[in-house]
């Protein structure tokens, strides 16, 4: 999860694919991303002769992947383009604000910019237009953020299940909507086991710590998770909490969006703590682009020390007390080292190959639900919105 501090103001980044761009893209996601960055010796998928089928007949399609990895849409990039599909992907503003090189290849390899913190209406409507146009899939992330614990979904936002029914209400005869869930899931190699108490000497060292080789490797993480979750309740709340990680890192969240919320109001339909971290980014960030009142200096510091806050209660939101301890596999403990990482270092590390297969479920078809009143047209986001996470989650377990 990267920290989102900015006062930058948002430009809507259209998808502009370029065709002989194209191939160059997907051979640097290859060679560069793939293999090198993210350290992937093997990716295979099923389930996406069907999606190939709905693509050539012209009908409209989202891809809606978990997201617990950011190779993700390198990875989706690669199998879709396996399959002769020419994908378009949904992407945060942040990835377009990188530099001027990396927004130029992003937009000609088909991805366009959301701003998740408030009503993107540029977005909403590139994404009903180009499902209406149909053919190539569109691909959105329905949980968001990325949480690095690929077995459990967060909960998922209700939003691509509304850019789809108004993209179907607005469809031909001839044509027809579905969705496809589609699970993601890495598979880390034995020799990965060698590299986790060098790098947990590492992130023990970075708090200032003397590392504990001897101690068991699940001893150290949990060591590790409660000494860091610590520093941060101290940041915030001026103590360390009490009680079990999972009740801290609850306590932690609640307290920070409350305190945030004390300044700049609750919005009342925000129920879930990514909600509300939502909410309250883009009224922050609203107020630091106010061009007819400008914050002071001394409120521009305290505006971005509220963006910190909101962050810290995400990224407590993202940990799972029991991921680790109610089935601590290789893959588990693996992710859990990674996220740790992230969250100290900036980013994860991938010092072994990995392995990712992508299934993509039977498509969902979302105009025959419509048809047979199994959806309603008009509120049925919610209704599809379970019916996609129930079938990602049993594909995850």
């Known amino acids: 999860m990267r920290r989102l501090r900015n006062d930058l103001p948002y430009t809507f980044r259209p998808p502009k694919l370029s065709a002989w761009f194209r191939p160059l893209g997907l051979l640097g996601n290859r060679h560069f991303f793939l293999k ?6 093997s990716i295979t998928s099923t389930g996406f002769d069907d999606v190939r089928k709905l693509s050539a007949a012209g009908h409209s399609i989202v891809l809606a992947p978990n997201h617990a990895d950011h190779s993700d849409p390198h990875v989706m990039m690669e199998v879709t383009a396996r399959h002769q599909l020419k994908a378009l992907f949904m992407g945060a503003r942040e990835i377009f604000e990188v530099s001027p090189s990396a927004c130029f290849a992003l937009q000609a390899m088909g991805v366009f910019s959301v701003d998740r913190d408030g009503p993107d209406i540029a977005a909403i ?19 968001g953020e990325i949480y690095h614990h690929h077995e459990r979904l967060d909960p998922l936002h209700e939003g691509v299940a509304s850019i789809l029914l108004k993209a179907a209400a607005r469809l031909k005869q001839d044509r027809e909507a579905f969705l496809v869930p589609v699970a993601i899931r890495f598979h880390h190699q034995p020799e990965v086991e060698a590299t986790f108490s060098p790098r947990l000497s590492k992130l023990e060292d970075r708090i200032g710590w003397t590392p504990k080789p001897n101690l068991p490797t699940d001893d150290r993480i949990l060591r590790l998770a409660s000494g860091i979750l610590a520093l941060k309740e101290t940041e915030f709340l001026g103590h360390a909490g009490n009680g079990g990680i999972q009740e801290r890192l609850t306590q932690l969240c609640e307290s920070l969006l409350a305190d945030t919320e004390s300044r700049h109001s609750r919005d009342p339909k925000a129920l879930t703590p990514p909600e509300r971290v939502r ?4 009224r922050i960030r609203r107020r630091l682009l106010d061009a007819e009142k400008p914050p002071t200096p001394a409120e521009k510091i305290t505006l971005l020390d509220d963006l910190d806050r909101v962050f810290t209660a995400l990224q407590a939101h993202s940990y799972i ?7 601590p596999t290789l893959n588990r403990r693996a992710e859990t080292i990674l996220k740790l990482e992230e969250d100290l270092f900036g980013f994860p590390t991938y010092p072994t190959p990995r392995t990712v297969h992508v299934t993509a479920a ?16 008009k509120g049925g986001a919610t209704d599809l919105t379970n019916l996609l996470e129930k079938s990602l989650s049993a594909l995850l377990t």
């Not at 090198?36 to 010796?41: F, I, K, V």
């Not at 039977?362 to 047209?377: C, D, G, K, N, Y």
């Open 279 to 282: 909410a309250l980014r883009y």
């Open 125 to 143: 409507k590139t994404a009903i237009n180009l499902l209406e146009k149909g053919g190539d899939p569109l691909i959105i992330y329905p949980e």
């Open 362 to 377: 039977p498509p969902i078809p979302v105009s025959q639900m419509i048809r047979t009143a199994q959806l309603p047209p």
């Open 36 to 41: 090198r960055q993210y350290n992937l010796s």
């Open 321 to 327: 007390g029991d991921y680790l301890l109610g089935d």
